[in-house]
C-alpha cells in the first residue's frame, strides 16, 4: 500500500464556494501563463538552437541554408563541467559550534549522513535532477526541482491495549484490531520541466504567493492518487513526445500517451495545495500543508539566468550574446561559400583538346607526344591554350574571414566571461603564471554562476532536511544514518529528538561550489595532512605536561575537542575524544607531586628509625 505527500495532513477539507474557487485559480493560472508566454516562445527557439533542430532540405542545401558554428552548445558543454561535475557534499554544521553541545553535534552528523547517502547511491534522484535543471538554467535560463514525501505502509494486526494497573497485556476480544505499519519512506526530488512551472508573477522570490507544476498523469495514477470516483471524470488527451496536447476526442482507450494534465499548487497565503485539471469544475484534492517544510513551499527559489529585481521572468544567456552568435554563423556562411568556389577551373583552345586532355590526365614523370608541334609551339605551347581562372583573391579572403572568424569568437568569449584557459587554448611562450592569471580571471568571471548553483543546492537539501525532521520515523534515522554503530550511539535518541523537535532552524547546511567541480585528490590529500600535522604538533607540545601532572590530561583533550571543531572533518573524531575524556575523568587520580614527596619523606623517616633499632 503506497502514499504520497497529497494523502499526508487531514482529509479532503470542503470549502463553502468550490465552483468560485475553481474559477479563482484557473483565472490565476492562466494570467501566469500568458505572464510567461514570452519566455517560452523564446526559449522554444533558443532549445531548437541548441540542439541544432533544422528541416532535412536546409541540411542538404548546405550553404544555401546557411552554415553553423555551434558554439553555443559548446559553450554550455564547458559551462556544465564548470559549475557541476559530480554531487555535491553535504556539510551539516552547527551555527556556533559548541564544542560541549554534543546532542547537537550528532543530530548534525546524522543529518549530514542522511543526506550524503542519498545524494551517493547510484543514480540518485537529486543528482538527475539537478542535471537536468542545470541545463535548462544554462539554455533556456530556468531550472526547478520539486520535493515529495513518498511513504509506503501495509496493515498489521494492532498491540493489544494494556492494563493501567498491571502493565500486562489485555485479552483480545472479538476481531483483532489492524493499524498501518511504515514500511518503507522516502524524501524524493523531481526535475520540473521550464513549461511545466508557473508561481504567481512578482518581482522577487518573496513576493511570490503560490508555486505550481504540471504533472502529466494517466488513468492508473489518477485511480491511484484520486480515487476512481473521481478519476473517471478527468478528461484525458494525446499528448506526442514533444508534449503537446491533441483534442480530447483522439484520446481513445488504448492510447498509451492518453493522460490528464493535473496543476499541483501551493499557496502560501493560507498554507494550503490544491489539486486540479483545467476544463472541470471542482478541485480533485486539497490539503492543508501537507510538508510541514520551513517556508512552506516544496521547491527552492529556481535557477533564475540574467534576472533583475522588477520581475522573475529570466533572460537566457544566449539572449544577452545573440548578435555574437549570429555574426559568427555569417562568416561561417560566407566562409563555405569562398571555399566552395575555391576551386581549380579553366578555359583551353578547343582545337588543341585531345593533346590536352592526355596532359592533364597524364602520370608523374611521363611525356606526352604532341601533333603538329610546330603549330602548338606558335600559340605559346601550354600556356597559349590554357588559361587558369585566378582563385589568388578567393583564397586572400578566406584568409580575412578565418581571421575575423577567431576575433569575433574572442568577443563572444568576453561576452560570456569564458577565458580561454578553461577552453585549452595557450601558447608555447606563456609562463605558469600568465596562465594562472588567465584562469583566475576566467574563474571570476564564474563564480557567480558557480555560487548561484550552490544556493540552489543548498536551498533544495535543506527543503528535504525538513522532510526528514517532520515525517521520518525514528528507527528509519537510526538505521539509515549508522549512528548505533558509533561512538555517538548513547547520543543518538537525545539528537534525534532534538531533530523531531527544533528541526534544523539550529543548524546550517553548507554546500561549497567547489565540491561540485571535479574532486582534486592532491588537495584532499593536502587537507588531510595538515590536520594531522595540526594534531600531532598539539600532542607534542602538551605530552610533557601530561607526563608531569596527569590530572591536566582531561583539560588537554577537551582544548584539543575545541580546536576539532574548526575542521570540517574533526565532527567524527569528536566522539572518539568524549569517550577518551569520559574514561580519564573516572580513573582514580594518582597522588599530586607534593604528596608524593610527603609520603616519601614518611617512608625515609620510618627507614632511618628502623636502622637506628
Known amino acids: ?109 546524522i ?27 544554462l539554455i533556456v535560463g530556468e531550472g526547478q526541482v520539486w520535493y515529495r514525501y513518498e511513504v509506503e505502509t501495509e496493515e498489521v494486526e494492532a498491540p493489544p491495549a494494556l492494563d493501567p494497573l498491571t502493565g500486562q497485556p489485555l485479552p483480545v476480544v472479538g476481531e483483532p484490531q489492524m493499524t498501518e505499519r511504515i514500511v518503507d519512506e522516502n524524501a524524493l526530488s523531481d526535475y520540473v520541466y521550464w513549461r511545466d512551472f508557473l508561481c504567481s508573477p512578482a518581482r522577487t522570490w518573496a513576493e511570490v504567493r503560490w508555486v505550481a507544476r504540471r504533472v502529466y498523469m494517466s488513468a492508473d495514477a489518477l485511480e491511484d492518487r484520486f480515487g476512481e470516483e473521481i478519476a473517471e471524470d478527468v478528461p484525458l488527451y494525446s499528448r506526442s513526445m514533444s508534449g503537446d496536447k491533441t483534442s480530447q476526442e483522439e484520446a481513445t482507450d488504448d492510447d498509451p500517451w492518453a493522460t ?148 569575433q569568437k574572442q568577443e563572444l568569449y568576453e561576452v560570456l566571461g569564458i577565458a580561454d584557459i578553461m577552453r585549452g587554448a595557450s601558447r608555447a611562450t606563456e609562463t605558469a603564471t600568465a596562465q594562472q592569471i588567465k584562469a583566475q580571471f576566467g574563474s571570476t568571471r564564474l563564480q557567480f554562476k558557480q555560487f548561484e548553483v550552490g544556493r540552489f543546492v543548498r536551498d533544495a537539501q535543506r527543503i528535504k532536511a525538513c522532510i526528514i525532521s517532520a515525517h521520518y520515523q525514528p528507527e528509519t534515522i537510526k538505521e539509515r544514518s549508522n549512528i548505533m554503530n558509533t561512538p555517538d550511539a548513547q547520543y543518538a535518541d537525545q539528537a534525534i529528538a532534538l531533530l523531531k523537535d527544533k528541526g534544523v532552524m539550529q543548524y546550517r547546511l553548507v554546500i561549497q561550489p567547489d565540491s561540485m567541480a571535479a574532486l582534486d585528490w592532491a588537495q584532499e590529500r593536502q587537507a588531510r595532512t595538515e590536520f594531522l600535522q595540526a594534531i600531532g604538533g598539539y600532542v607534542t607540545a602538551m605530552m610533557p605536561l601530561a607526563q608531569a601532572k596527569p590530572e591536566t590530561i582531561p583539560m588537554i583533550l577537551q582544548l584539543m575537542q575545541w580546536g576539532l571543531a574548526g575542521f570540517k572533518m574533526g565532527k567524527d573524531i569528536e566522539g572518539v575524544l568524549d569517550q577518551a575524556i569520559q574514561q580519564m575523568s573516572s580513573q582514580p587520580q594518582g597522588p599530586s607531586p607534593e604528596q608524593q614527596a610527603t609520603q616519601k619523606a614518611e617512608l625515609d623517616k620510618t627507614q632511618s628509625e628502623t636502622m637506628k633499632n
Open 1 to 109: 500500500m503506497s502514499n504520497t505527500a497529497g494523502k499526508l495532513g487531514s482529509e479532503r477539507e470542503e470549502t463553502k464556494d468550490p465552483v468560485s474557487n475553481f474559477a479563482v485559480w484557473t483565472r490565476e493560472l492562466d494570467a501566469a501563463t500568458k505572464h510567461r508566454r514570452t519566455f517560452n516562445e523564446i526559449s522554444e527557439k533558443i532549445q531548437k538552437r541548441y540542439r541544432d533542430e533544422r528541416k532535412d532540405e536546409d541540411q542538404q542545401q548546405g550553404a544555401l541554408a546557411g552554415q553553423r558554428i555551434n558554439v553555443f552548445w559548446s559553450n554550455t558543454q564547458v559551462l556544465k563541467s564548470t559549475l557541476y561535475t559530480k554531487p555535491p557534499k553535504v556539510d551539516v554544521t552547527r551555527i556556533f559550534r559548541d564544542y560541549g553541545d554534543d546532542v547537537a553535534r550528532v543530530a548534525g552528523v
Open 111 to 137: 543529518m549530514e549522513r542522511l543526506l550524503n547517502h542519498d545524494l551517493e547511491k547510484d543514480s540518485a534522484d537529486f543528482d538527475v535532477a539537478a542535471r537536468q535543471s542545470i541545463d535548462d538554467w
Open 260 to 407: 490528464a494534465e493535473v496543476w499541483e499548487i501551493w499557496c502560501k497565503t493560507n498554507k494550503t495545495v490544491y489539486w486540479m485539471v483545467k476544463g472541470m469544475d471542482k478541485f480533485l484534492d486539497q490539503r492543508p500543508d501537507p510538508l510541514k517544510i520551513e517556508g512552506f513551499f516544496p521547491c527552492p527559489e529556481p535557477l533564475l539566468a540574467n534576472k533583475t529585481n522588477n520581475t522573475l521572468i529570466p533572460r537566457a544567456d544566449f539572449s544577452m550574446a545573440r548578435d555574437q552568435y549570429r555574426q559568427i554563423d555569417i562568416v561561417a556562411t560566407r566562409l563555405r561559400l569562398l571555399v566552395d568556389a575555391c576551386k581549380v577551373r579553366g578555359a583551353y583552345d578547343k582545337e588543341a583538346a585531345p593533346e590536352l586532355a592526355n596532359i592533364l590526365s597524364g602520370n608523374e614523370n611521363k611525356m606526352i607526344p604532341v601533333d603538329n608541334w610546330a603549330m602548338f609551339g606558335e600559340k605559346g605551347g601550354l600556356k597559349g591554350v590554357l588559361d587558369w581562372v585566378p582563385i589568388e583573391q578567393v583564397v586572400a579572403v578566406i584568409s580575412a574571414l578565418r581571421v575575423e572568424m577567431a576575433a
